[in-house]
């Protein structure tokens, strides 16, 4: 089993910046891919950003790319996702999620094993 825990989520402006956190616990040795999705209301949950959690190859969604970062400190088994020049329609619940088989270039949250509880993220305009 794997936990993963989010903080860092708030309120901000548009064109501002927050980081969001995730601490893994449990077998996080057996993790492969470490994820990024996002929910708002009355839509499905999309993809945002993964990492390989040993090599540290990156992937984003198109809406994200140039503006977020996603990063690991695997000394700290803790994934990081860097939002900047936020935008109204980044608003949603971020969820962190981790996979113990797929790469990082999978975009499907049904292929993710392990998820967090979400921190919400409010971007006003």
């Known amino acids: 089993q794997v936990q993963l825990v989010e903080s860092g989520g708030g309120l901000v402006q548009a064109g501002g910046s927050l980081r969001l956190a995730c601490a893994a616990s449990?077998?996080?040795?057996?993790?492969?891919?470490m994820g990024w999705f996002r929910q708002a209301p009355g839509k499905e949950r999309e993809f945002v950003a993964a990492?390989?959690?040993?090599?540290?190859?990156?992937n984003y969604a198109d809406s994200v790319k140039g503006r977020f970062t996603i990063s690991r400190d695997n000394a700290k088994s803790t994934v990081y996702l860097q939002m900047n020049s936020l935008k109204a329609e980044d608003t949603a619940v971020y969820y962190c999620?981790?996979?113990?088989?797929?790469?990082?270039?999978?975009?499907?949250?049904?292929?993710?094993?392990?998820w967090g509880q979400g921190t919400q993220v409010t971007v006003s305009s």
């Open positions: 999620a981790a996979s113990m088989s797929v790469n990082y270039y999978s975009r499907s949250a049904g292929t993710y094993d392990y």
């Open positions: 449990g077998r996080t040795f057996g993790i492969r891919t």
């Open positions: 990492i390989s959690w040993r090599g540290g190859s990156t």
